[in-house]
C-alpha cells in the first residue's frame, strides 16, 4: 500500500464502450506508470457513462470489462484503489452540490457538452442574438433596401440561418441535464478525494480547469475545503485522433468502430481497422501535424505502442510505403496488445477474485469520501444525521 505521505491522484474512465488505445495511451499507461509513486484512485465512470443513453445489460458488462482492462493492463489494486464510480454515493452527493454553486454559463460552453449535444452556440443568448440579427436582415427586405437581387441573397441567408437556429433548438430539447452536468459530477469525482494531481488526456483538461475553478468558488464562499490538484497529461499522445477522420478525437462512443482500435480488437480487426485507416496525400511518413494529420496520427500511436521515438520511426521509414508503414504498425499494435489481452481473458475466468477487488475497493474510497463530505456538509450548513 501506498504510503501516508504519498501525494494522491484520481483518474477514471467512463464505461462506455470499448476502451481504445486512445484511453491507454493518454490515461491508463499513465495511471500504471504513477501507481508507485502516488496514492492513486481510479474508478470506472458508470454515471458518466449515462449521460448519453446505455442499454443497461451492455452498462453491466461494461462496467465490468473496463475493470477487467484495468487488471490487465496492469493497475495493482495493492498499491491502486479500483472502484465503480456510483458504489461511492458521496459522488453524487458532492456533484449536486457543486451544481448550487455553478453558473449555468459554465456549463453551456463546455467543448464536451457541445460536441456531444451537437449544440454550436454558446448559450441560448447567443441563439438570441442570432434571431436579433435575422429580424434586422428581414425588416431592412421589408423596407426593400437593396436591389432584387440583394434581396433574394438576404432570402436564402434568412432561411438558412433559420433552418440552422431550429436544428439547435430541436438539439437542445433533446439533450439532457445530466449531459450538462457532467463536469459538476467529475468535478465530484476528482475533488471527493483531495488529489495532488489528475492524469487526464488531453480532451478532458477543459474539464479539469472546471473542476478548479469550482474548487476555489466553493473555498471562496465557505471558507478553505478543496485542493486545486493539477492536470497531468503525457507529452505525446495525449490526444490520439480517430482512424476514420484525423481532425477528431479516437472515441468509444464514436459512431463508427474503424474509429478506434479497442484494447481488446482481435488481430484480424487490428489489421483491417489499420489497413482502411485515413492517410494524407503524398508519400511520405513524416510527423507534420497541420499538414499529415493522419500519418503524424499513425507515427504518435506506434511510437508509444512499441516505444520508438517519432524520429527514429521517421528514419526508419524513409522511402516505404504507406502499405509498408501501415503493416509494421498493426504488428506493433498485435505484439503490444497481445499479452493485455491474455491478462484480460484469465481475469474473465475469476470474476469472483474481481469482485472482490471492487467491493474492497469502494469500502477505501467510501472511507476516504466519506471525510471530505463531512466537512463539505458542515460547511454548507447541512444538518448532521
Ligand atoms: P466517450 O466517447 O464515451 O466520451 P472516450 O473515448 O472519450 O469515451 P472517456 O471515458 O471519456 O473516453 O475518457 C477516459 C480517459 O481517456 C480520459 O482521461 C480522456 O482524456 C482519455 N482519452 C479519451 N480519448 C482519448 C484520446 N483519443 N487520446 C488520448 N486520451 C484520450
Ligand atoms: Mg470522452
Redesign the pocket.
Known sequence: MAGPNKQIAV????A??NL?I??Y???IKQFVELQDKYKMFVFV?DL??IT?PQDPEKLQAQTLDAVYTYLACGLDPEKTTIFIQSHVPQHTELGWILNTITPLGELERMT?FKD?AKIDKNSLFDLEQLIRLENAKYKAIERSEGSIKEIKEIKIDITTTLSEILEELKNRGRTTAGLLNYPTLMAADILLYNPDAV??????LQHLEFARMVARKFNTRFGETFKEPKALIQKE?????GLDDPIK??????TSANN?IGILDSEEEIRRKIKIAVTDSGKEIKFYPKTKPAISNLLIIFSQMADIPVPGLEKKYAGKTYAEFKSDLADALVVALSPIQIKYKALTKDSESVLKILRNGADRARDAAALTMHAVRQKVGLLAH
Do not use: T
Open positions: 483518474s477514471g474512465i467512463q462506455s464502450g481504445h486512445g484511453n495511451i493518454g490515461a465512470a458518466h457513462a448519453v464536451q456531444k492524469p487526464v488526456g488531453e480532451d478532458q499522445g495525449a490526444r490520439i485522433m478525437k479516437m472515441s468509444k462512443s464514436a478506434y
